[in-house]
């Protein structure tokens, strides 16, 4: 028996920037119909690899094999026409077009919408993606999109396929939906590389794993007979970090409290709010799972003070601060990490010390009027000394910071506030592994002094590590916070659609397919 | 009363035309995320140079159209090289184009500030135009309004059917994810410059070819701002912005009227009327901000370099 001809072989491809190697040196080889994995954290140099392969970048050195030939891609669309199709993180669609303009403007072929549609039906149904394409792509859920991203692929009958963490915007349905629809693909001969940071999905999915660190391989697995220890430790260079979560033995009241929040969008595509309640106590963290886009931003800014409420719907402490504006809410002590680092977290082009005063001023950091700044510079140096914030002091602006770096300072200086609740929303998201677990850790750590903690992530591993209750936000409503014990990702995922009443039932699974399909 | 009123809608066609070509050619570049305030520039160089072919030739319109084409796609480029390739700010880029058109028309108009035109004689189409009533509005025109009816019908046309006009208007939406997906940006947001310039120039040339045939300083007295103005009120809609542009246009041949009939009313208000006319019922037509923000192309006026 000869071995085959592998579809896509990478030997020795480098590509240096400025600053950083992001490839040095990298070689991997994908066989006909082979799922092949490239693990690596952030900034380890997947996606530059990637966009290698689909022309986007061009190599400083090394070649590229398809099909046993030597090729030279200058721009995606040459990759198309090569039969490499890629999936993007953050999609590359247009919202004020219909799913089948979206996917003409890919193809290379006469215009023909009415044809076209009837196409995408097709393609769609026989992978088990179904779409509607006259749908207007403002209005799909992240996971449509999504399909009509993959269908767009399929469409060009690719040889090779990439997908760029095709599973952080998904419920765990919709995973194991992707999965199978990818399974089908390569058993008709399609190769797949599939970039991603989550050991267990590459593990059930994919044959062949070549781990990324640092731009390097460091080293080629079958992750089957690997275990997430060992992948991780090829992954970031030692061994997976865990929280510890003590019971918390100090006095149990509720702190927050919200009741029959109901919001009506800000802005166009918004959503709406329906009667939302909940309760945060003392030495708990609350966890808000769901996919963004499902009422998250409008919840949290009815809770941070940004978008007013009604007097009565949140209190603290039984005190009603529905009406009191952001200012007037963290001088009562309730604090907000937002989602947006850079900009709203943060102000790019200030320093710590600078960044530090936007929040802490009522640390004593004003004195007649006037600003102190030796002592804004203070608690800068102490937040990066304490939360290990790399490569900072308090004159280093925050644009500098890497996303972890940054939010472990943010995160950092909300926690010296000393707050009695504290409100986070997507705590690690783009953050690294470490950093991930030191922010974990310094959550759980902070809930456990006694203050009421809420969560909000669209990581249902992460709030199942470090939250005490978890409810689950879907189309403007919130389902009851229930016990981690109580809950899997599969129960969660069922709300995730949407479907707070018929979670325990298994018709419930078919049941959620066609209502997200309709959604 | 309707063979006062024919004249005067008969007229109405002719005075929207600078505006309908203007305003398509800006139409279009906007769809592409690009807004090139430069048009009266634009405008004024196709004029002049339309003008001078014109007037050196003695073919008139016939070449004096295609050559203000020309000098408007040239101006345009102008600001592609600097808004596009560059990524300089649109708005100052497209300003200074005006600026810099006002100029360079009035110093070669010197040459032919005592000049004039034969100017168009209308043509009737056979049978069409013995309609009564519609047949002498519609079909008793010069040959260039009735290429002001085939830009409108080619350029909704090619927005609404084509391919092309698909990829336009994902342009003008996220520039980022076309070239993603592998279109050269750059090289289309040119075309659709190049297309406005060359559309700016026709109107230009319509003006001092046709419409008043003789070349006077700064003879595009504001349309080329009407025109950008048109496009926004629009809501980026061709079949909005030849209602506008006929609105100006009728509100322009009655205000003569009035001057002729000796109305008692300064002649600057009068003048002004078209103007203000066409922006005030605009605004009202377009006061719905969604139907404005849903069709806005949303990277209009953004830099981007890929």
């Given at each position: 028996?000869?071995?085959?001809?592998?579809?896509?072989?990478?030997?020795?491809?480098?590509?240096?920037?400025?600053?950083?190697?992001?490839?040095?040196?990298?070689?991997?080889?994908?066989?006909?119909?082979?799922?092949?994995?490239?693990?690596?954290?952030?900034?380890?140099?997947?996606?530059?690899?990637?966009?290698?392969?689909?022309?986007?970048?061009?190599?400083?050195?090394g070649?590229?094999?398809?099909?046993?030939?030597?090729?030279?891609?200058a721009?995606?669309?040459?990759?198309?026409?090569?039969?490499?199709?890629?999936?993007?993180?953050?999609?590359?669609?247009?919202?004020?077009?219909?799913?089948?303009?979206?996917?003409?403007?890919?193809?290379?072929?006469?215009?023909?919408?009415?044809?076209l549609?009837?196409?995408?039906?097709?393609?769609?149904?026989?992978?088990?993606?179904?779409?509607?394409?006259?749908?207007?792509?403002?209005?799909?859920?992240?996971?449509?999109?999504?399909?009509?991203?993959?269908?767009?692929?399929?469409?060009?009958?690719?040889?090779?396929?990439i997908?760029d963490?095709?599973?952080?915007?998904?419920?765990?349905?919709?995973?194991i939906?992707?999965f199978?629809?990818?399974?089908?693909?390569?058993?008709?001969?399609?190769?797949?590389?599939?970039?991603?940071?989550?050991?267990?999905?590459?593990?059930?999915?994919?044959?062949?794993?070549t781990?990324?660190?640092?731009?390097?391989?460091?080293?080629?697995?079958?992750?089957?007979?690997?275990?997430?220890?060992?992948?991780?430790?090829?992954m970031?260079?030692r061994?997976?970090?865990?929280?510890?979560?003590?019971?918390y033995?100090g006095?149990?009241?509720?702190?927050?409290?919200?009741?029959?929040?109901s919001?009506?969008?800000?802005?166009?595509?918004?959503?709406?709010?329906?009667?939302?309640?909940?309760?945060?106590?003392?030495?708990?963290?609350?966890?808000?799972?769901?996919?963004?886009?499902?009422?998250q931003?409008?919840?949290?800014?009815?809770?941070?003070?940004?978008?007013?409420?009604?007097?009565?719907?949140?209190?603290?402490?039984?005190?009603?601060?529905g009406?009191?504006?952001a200012?007037?809410?963290?001088?009562?002590?309730?604090?907000?990490?937002?989602?947006?680092?850079?900009?709203?977290?943060?102000v790019?082009?200030?320093?710590?010390g600078?960044?530090?005063?936007?929040?802490?001023?009522?640390?004593?950091?004003?004195?007649?009027?006037?600003?102190?700044?030796?002592?804004a510079?203070?608690?800068?140096?102490?937040?990066?000394?304490?939360?290990?914030?790399?490569?900072?002091?308090?004159?280093?602006?925050?644009?500098?910071?890497?996303?972890?770096n940054?939010?472990?300072?943010?995160?950092?200086?909300?926690?010296?506030?000393?707050?009695?609740?504290?409100?986070?929303?997507?705590?690690?998201?783009?953050?690294?592994?470490?950093?991930?677990?030191?922010?974990?850790?310094?959550?759980?750590?902070?809930?456990?002094?006694?203050?009421?903690?809420?969560?909000?992530?669209?990581?249902?591993?992460?709030?199942?590590?470090?939250?005490?209750?978890?409810?689950?936000?879907?189309?403007?409503?919130?389902?009851?916070?229930?016990?981690?014990?109580?809950?899997?990702?599969?129960?969660?995922?069922?709300?995730?659609?949407?479907?707070?009443?018929?979670?325990?039932?298994?018709?419930?699974?078919?049941?959620?397919?066609?209502?997200?399909a309709?959604? | 009363?309707?063979?006062?009123?024919?004249?005067?809608?008969?007229?109405?066609?002719?005075?929207?035309?600078?505006?309908?070509?203007?305003?398509?050619?800006?139409?279009?570049?906007?769809?592409t995320?690009?807004?090139?305030?430069?048009?009266?520039?634009?405008?004024?160089?196709?004029?002049?140079?339309?003008?001078?072919?014109?007037?050196e030739?003695?073919?008139?319109?016939?070449?004096?159209?295609?050559?203000?084409?020309?000098?408007?796609?040239?101006?345009?480029?102008?600001?592609?090289?600097f808004?596009?390739?560059?990524?300089?700010?649109?708005?100052?880029?497209?300003?200074?184009?005006t600026?810099?058109?006002?100029?360079?028309?009035?110093?070669?108009?010197?040459?032919?500030?005592?000049?004039?035109?034969?100017?168009?004689?209308?043509?009737?189409?056979?049978?069409?135009?013995?309609?009564?009533?519609?047949?002498?509005?519609?079909?008793?025109?010069?040959?260039?309004?009735?290429?002001?009816?085939?830009?409108?019908?080619?350029?909704?046309?090619?927005?609404?059917?084509?391919?092309?006009?698909?990829?336009?208007?994902?342009?003008?939406?996220?520039?980022?994810?076309?070239?993603?997906?592998?279109?050269?940006?750059?090289?289309?947001?040119?075309?659709?410059?190049?297309?406005?310039?060359?559309?700016?120039?026709?109107?230009?040339?319509?003006?001092?070819?046709?419409?008043?045939?003789?070349?006077?300083?700064?003879?595009?007295?504001?349309?080329?701002?009407?025109?950008?103005?048109?496009?926004?009120?629009?809501?980026?809609?061709?079949?909005?912005?030849?209602?506008?542009?006929?609105?100006?246009?009728?509100?322009?041949?009655?205000?003569?009227?009035?001057?002729?009939?000796?109305?008692?009313?300064?002649?600057?208000?009068?003048?002004a009327?078209?103007?203000?006319a066409?922006?005030?019922?605009?605004?009202?037509?377009?006061?719905?901000?969604?139907?404005?923000?849903?069709?806005?192309?949303?990277?209009?006026?953004?830099?981007?370099?890929?």
């Open positions: 028996m000869t071995t085959p001809v592998p579809r896509l072989e990478l030997l020795h491809v480098t590509k240096r920037y400025p600053t950083i190697v992001a490839n040095d040196d990298v070689s991997l080889s994908v066989l006909p119909g082979e799922i092949h994995a490239v693990l690596g954290e952030n900034g380890a140099g997947k996606s530059t690899l990637m966009k290698v392969i689909y022309g986007a970048v061009k190599a400083d050195s070649t590229m094999m398809l099909d046993g030939h030597e090729v030279s891609i721009n995606p669309a040459q990759a198309r026409r090569l039969g490499i199709g890629m999936v993007f993180q953050h999609f590359s669609l247009f919202e004020t077009l219909t799913v089948a303009e979206n996917i003409a403007l890919v193809l290379d072929e006469p215009f023909n919408l009415p044809a549609a009837s196409r995408v039906k097709e393609v769609s149904e026989h992978y088990g993606l179904p779409l509607d394409p006259n749908r207007m792509v403002h209005s799909l859920s992240v996971g449509e999109r999504q399909r009509v991203e993959i269908v767009r692929c399929l469409l060009q009958k690719p040889k090779l396929l997908l963490e095709p599973t952080s915007v998904l419920t765990p349905q919709a995973v939906k992707l199978e629809t990818l399974r089908q693909l390569a058993s008709e001969g399609v190769s797949i590389l599939y970039i991603s940071h989550k050991l267990h999905e590459i593990q059930s999915l994919c044959d062949h794993a781990i990324l660190r640092n731009g390097r391989v460091t080293g080629k697995a079958v992750p089957r007979e690997e275990t997430p220890a060992s992948l991780a430790r090829m970031i260079g061994e997976l970090p865990v929280c510890e979560a003590p019971i033995e006095e149990h009241r509720p702190v927050l409290t919200v009741r029959g929040l919001l009506l969008p800000t802005s166009q595509f918004g959503t709406e709010l329906k009667d939302i309640s909940l309760t945060v106590n003392t030495g708990e963290i609350l966890g808000i799972a769901g996919i963004s886009g499902n009422g931003a409008e919840l949290l800014s009815a809770l941070s003070g940004e978008a007013a409420t009604e007097r009565d719907v949140i209190r603290l402490n039984g005190k009603s601060i009406h009191l504006d200012g007037e809410r963290r001088a009562k002590g309730i604090v907000y990490v937002p989602e947006e680092r850079l900009g709203r977290g943060a790019p082009p200030l320093s710590l600078h960044n530090a005063l936007l929040t802490a001023h009522r640390q004593g950091m004003k004195n007649w009027g006037l600003v102190r700044y030796g002592k510079r203070i608690y800068a140096d102490e937040c990066v000394n304490r939360f290990d914030v790399r490569g900072a002091d308090a004159s280093t602006n925050a644009r500098a910071l890497s996303g972890g940054l939010q472990k300072f943010i995160v950092g200086r909300e926690i010296m506030l000393k707050p009695e609740v504290m409100i986070v929303a997507q705590p690690t998201w783009g953050v690294d592994v470490g950093a991930s677990a030191v922010l974990r850790q310094a959550l759980i750590d902070l809930s456990r002094t006694g203050v009421a903690i809420l969560v909000v992530s669209e990581e249902l591993e992460e709030l199942f590590e470090i939250a005490d209750r978890i409810a689950v936000l879907a189309q403007g409503r919130l389902s009851p916070a229930r016990p981690r014990g109580e809950l899997n990702a599969e129960k969660v995922g069922l709300q995730m659609a949407g479907l707070f009443d018929h979670a325990e039932t298994t018709p419930a699974a078919s049941m959620m397919e066609t209502k997200h309709s959604a | 009363m309707i063979e006062h009123l024919i004249p005067i809608l008969a007229g109405t066609l002719g005075a929207a035309v600078p505006l309908i070509f203007a305003g398509l050619g800006e139409l279009v570049t906007e769809r995320g690009v807004i090139n305030l430069g048009v009266e520039g634009m405008m004024l160089v196709g004029a002049i140079a339309g003008f001078a072919a014109a007037a030739t003695g073919h008139g319109a016939a070449i004096g159209l295609p050559a203000g084409a020309l000098a408007g796609a040239a101006t345009a480029m102008i600001f592609a090289f808004a596009l390739s560059l990524a300089a700010n649109q708005a100052a880029c497209g300003l200074a184009l600026i810099f058109g006002i100029g360079l028309s009035a110093f070669i108009g010197q040459h032919y500030i005592s000049y004039s035109l034969p100017g168009l004689k209308p043509i009737a189409i056979p049978l069409l135009s013995d309609i009564p009533v519609l047949g002498p509005i519609l079909f008793k025109q010069d040959w260039v309004v009735y290429l002001s009816f085939l830009a409108f019908a080619g350029v909704a046309w090619t927005l609404t059917k084509t391919r092309l006009g698909l990829l336009l208007k994902a342009i003008g939406e996220s520039p980022e994810s076309a070239h993603s997906i592998g279109y050269p940006v750059i090289s289309i947001r040119f075309g659709a410059v190049a297309f406005g310039g060359a559309m700016a120039g026709i109107a230009g040339a319509y003006l001092s070819t046709v419409y008043t045939p003789l070349w006077v300083q700064n003879m595009s007295a504001g349309r080329g701002w009407i025109a950008v103005a048109l496009v926004v009120f629009a809501s980026w809609k061709p079949a909005r912005l030849m209602l506008g542009a006929y609105l100006f246009g009728a509100v322009t041949i009655l205000q003569f009227h009035a001057q002729g009939l000796g109305i008692m009313v300064p002649v600057q208000f009068l003048a009327l078209p103007y203000v066409t922006i005030v019922v605009l605004v009202i037509i377009s006061r719905d901000r969604r139907v404005l923000q849903n069709n806005l192309p949303a990277s209009l006026g953004k830099p981007f370099l890929p």
